[in-house]
């Protein structure tokens, strides 16, 4: 009866594989939800604000200047929690600054998930 | 009768006529540009008449433009954050020469005889210079440091004798360019003069060069009649100790911090302005305002100085008396406040409301707003008498 409990390890295995896979799926599809978008005059204020004042640093086109570029291109595969960290709290030894008293912590998250899928509001 | 009113209609249409071939000849001591900085165009403006004259469009980003004058005042030589590099007839209003000369770019000068247009430039970071006449590349100066790192150029200005100043924000150096043959320019380094050196002016008599620093407290100034004596800090430790507040907009520096015996310089995270004395470049004041200066410019005068704030409080201008050292008047003129400019004797100044889309003249014996002109998102204002000024 060897071959039964091999296979019946391997099933389990397999359930275990598939349990992680969901989870992690679970996990994923539950942080890639899109986040609420803020009311449309909210929205228009944050655009306002990262188009004029980011860009003071980041250019109003975003491609950079004294601060880096927030193209999509150069935010591609940096970690969004510490994107959105930066962007309430600061880079110390930089000059970028916390914003977290102007923008909430959703519309920072909301801000940097339009940013690094190249829809910049 | 009739014959004289035909004659007189024949002359009329020949006036006329002649008007529409030959534009009125005017000077161009009184003009000015202001930058719109969304649209990627510019206005040129008649600051005696204060009306618009021209609009010229197609200048690519012009966020965080910045130009410098030809030397007979009839060109202007705009520099785009993108990168580009216009040459703007402001007489005939029309854009004669353009060519793009880097991927970022940040600012530029002029070189003392005019026949020289420097960029600089963010990305990559270094100097080029240009024929003024033709916008034919002379000379690529990398701003690499001893490893070979790259670094962003602030603070460029000329300096007498076709030579250059500018800054290297990474690397803390500053680099003299010496442009009197500007096809094989010579570089001087100063090294380690301060951290984070995030912009630089030169004085209108061509003397001092002075780099504010964003990485510690203190400026660091370099006397060109001294050149060997090296750069030294100057208002170190401005702070006190006190927590530097977040800086959401860069201070800008110019020739304008410099009048009569004093420069008034912003200090970066907090909020004052700093006096220095300029001879002894001791610190005599530090006079307290409203939020984070970015502009702190003197009336051409000397005996008052304006400044404008830093995000959020970039609504409100204010007005320092100089013999006093206090602030006297505190105006509200539009929001987001970019930029101003004084007319070339100070008897007004022009201001740039970006956010209400409008330029605001003041009466600066008066304060009282005595104009106002629309314009897209306008940022810098440049009047004409810059042409004449070394270190603008």
Known sequence: MKPPAVSLLRLSLKCALLLI???????????????????????????????????????????????SPLTAQALAGKPADSLVATLLDGRPGTPMPPWRPFISEDEARWLIRQLQQGEAP | MKTITSLAAAVAAAVLLAGCATPALRGSGDLGVVIERASGSVQVVDNSQRRSLAHISGLGDLSHASLVYSR??????VFGRDGGLSKIDILSGKLVARVMQAGNSIGGAISTDGRIVAAQNYTPGGVKLFDA?????????????????????????????????????????????????????LVTKYKNVG?????????????YYIAGLYGEDGLALLDNW??????????????????????YKMPHLRGWSLAGDYAFLPAVGHNSVLVADSRSWQQVAQVPVYGQPVFVMAEPS????????????????????VPSMQVIKTLQPGRAILHMEFTARGDAVWLSSRDDDKLVVIDTQSFATVGELPATSPSGIFFSWRAARMGM
């Open chain 1, 21 to 67: 896979c969901s989870g992690v799926l679970f996990y994923e599809s539950a942080h890639a939800e899109p986040l609420a978008a803020p009311a449309p005059a909210r929205a228009a204020e944050l655009r306002h604000l990262l188009r004029q004042d980011c860009g003071a640093c980041h250019g109003m086109t975003l491609q950079g200047g004294l601060g």
């Open chain 2, 72 to 77: 007979d005042a009839r060109y202007v030589y």
């Open chain 2, 133 to 185: 006449d033709s916008l034919a590349l002379l000379a690529d100066i990398p701003a690499l440091d001893e490893h070979g790192q790259p670094s962003k150029v602030v603070g460029l200005a000329d300096l007498p004798g076709n030579r250059f100043a500018f800054s290297l924000f990474e690397a803390g150096e500053i680099w003299l360019l010496d442009a009197a043959n500007p096809r094989a320019p």
């Open chain 2, 195 to 207: 951290r984070q050196p995030y912009d630089g002016l030169a004085s209108s008599d061509g003397r």
């Open chain 2, 226 to 247: 001294h050149p060997q004596a090296g750069v030294r800090r100057i208002l170190p430790g401005y702070g006190q100790g006190q927590d530097k507040q977040p800086v």
């Open chain 2, 302 to 321: 000397g005996r008052r100085v304006w400044v404008n704030f830093a995000f959020p409080h970039n609504d409100t201008v204010q007005v320092i008396d």
